[in-house]
């Protein structure tokens, strides 16, 4: 191969990819990991199988409640709690499971009367770009800590900053790191941030705010059509972003019940992936025209996916659904291919190598998935916690780390 060839590929390779000053064994700094998707690079370490003799329990501490996934450094895995009145963040050492530091600050508030049963405690996860964690409180508020040490280096009062009000369902989305700035979804709208000061760039996708003014949705980086920008799914619009100055490129309305448009907008070739509660399943075509992007259904299936970020798979989605239930559906034509009998939790994590899919049910079970676009095919099943666990799986090097409701556990193989 040629270096002009050689190039290119890598160029390509890392199109639509955010980038971080994050050191190359590193494998778990954001929401859904590496690449945003819930995959791991393909020759990443994965465990041969989920049996106690094959992933053995390393570590387990006890936390207060939280939602937020674990982020993993080289040497620690910070987490997030809510402890009385106040939102904690602690550092743990990877292979002993010692608490290395603790910080915290007031931040604590009550969701609406319909969603007390899934608590008020804080929600967003972190992300971390090799030097600093990024955190979100559940009261519209970015703290930046030192990942070594957890001294805080600077804060924003999104509310006071632009005069939002108070989000219902506190501060959901999960901030993104791309290059020297944050993007999240925050204030009433989306919002980029200098990550060294937590100076606001631009704000888009603004609204009046209230219980529609605070997505539930993380964005993440795409190039469809060969256009680097930011992917956002907001309580009523999916969007494309110009990263450089918030210009709006596309945007499509998306049905939801009380806005619940929660998933992480996905991408397949040029079309963009995403379902709703009490809404569809639906692939939208980008295509470019003189005056823009053109976005346009490309197909929607009745299925209605909630929490749950799917596993796209050799043209099929792999995703959990809001009635309890595995679906696969094609991804060339939305034909669902099948529907579980087995029912699950209210939320399923997924980590896949492209091989196989580890999902970890809301319910404690861990289950290790072999891809099928015939039938539901589970190799290995394991109750690892008799706690809730809503939080997003976390694997790296040969550890996998479990945020149970109220605690921490670390897995090795």
């Not at 079309?271 to 692939?283: C, D, E």
């Not at 539901?376 to 780390?401: K, N, T, Y």
Request: aromatic letters at 12%; charged letters at 25%; a positive charge.
């Amino acid at each position: 191969m040629n270096k002009i060839a050689y190039l290119l590929i890598l160029v390509l390779s890392l199109q639509g990819k955010p980038s971080t000053d994050v050191s190359g064994d590193l494998s778990w700094s954001q929401w859904r990991g590496p690449t945003r998707d819930g995959y791991i690079e393909k020759q990443s370490p994965w465990p041969e199988g989920i049996s106690k003799e094959k992933l053995r329990l390393s570590w387990r501490k006890e936390l207060g409640k939280g939602y937020p996934g674990p982020i993993v450094s080289q040497k620690l895995v910070f987490t997030v709690e809510t402890k009385g009145k106040n939102e904690v963040v602690r550092a743990f050492d990877r292979e002993s499971g010692k608490q290395k530091w603790e910080t915290s600050w007031p931040g604590s508030m009550s969701v609406p009367f319909f969603a007390w049963k899934n608590g008020s405690w804080v929600r967003s996860t972190p992300s971390y770009d090799g030097k600093n964690l990024y955190v979100a409180g559940m009261r519209d508020f970015l703290v930046c800590l030192d990942a070594n040490t957890g001294k805080k280096k600077w804060s924003v009062d999104f509310m006071k900053r632009y005069k939002a009000p108070l989000p219902a369902f506190g501060f959901v989305c999960s901030p993104l790191i791309d290059g020297d700035h944050l993007y999240v979804q925050a204030g009433s709208g989306l919002v980029k941030l200098e990550k060294e000061t937590g100076k606001s760039i631009w704000r888009s996708l603004s609204d009046k705010g209230g219980m529609y003014g605070s997505a539930f949705s993380s964005p993440t980086i795409a190039s469809p059509q060969g256009k680097r920008q930011l992917l956002v799914q907001t309580r009523t619009d999916l969007a494309g972003v110009d990263m450089k100055d918030g210009k709006v490129l596309w945007r499509q309305p998306i049905k939801a019940f009380r806005g619940m448009n929660i998933l992480t907008p996905t991408t397949y070739g040029n079309g963009i992936f995403t379902s709703s509660y009490g809404g569809k399943t639906l692939l939208f075509d980008l295509s470019e025209t003189p005056s823009g992007f053109s976005v346009s259904e490309k197909w929607q299936n009745r299925q209605e996916g909630y929490m749950s970020g799917p596993i796209i798979i050799d043209d099929f989605c792999y995703i959990h659904l809001r009635k309890q239930r595995m679906t696969c559906i094609d991804m060339k034509n939305g034909d669902t291919k099948w529907i579980s009998e087995k029912s699950f939790g209210k939320y399923m994590s997924m980590v896949s190598n492209g091989k196989e899919i580890i999902a970890l049910d809301e319910d404690g079970t861990l289950y290790l998935i072999e891809p099928n676009s015939q039938k539901l095919s589970v190799r290995e099943s394991r109750e690892i916690s008799d706690e809730p666990s809503w939080a997003h799986l976390a694997l790296s090097g040969r550890q996998m780390f479990v945020r149970e409701l109220e605690a921490i556990a670390c897995y090795e193989w």
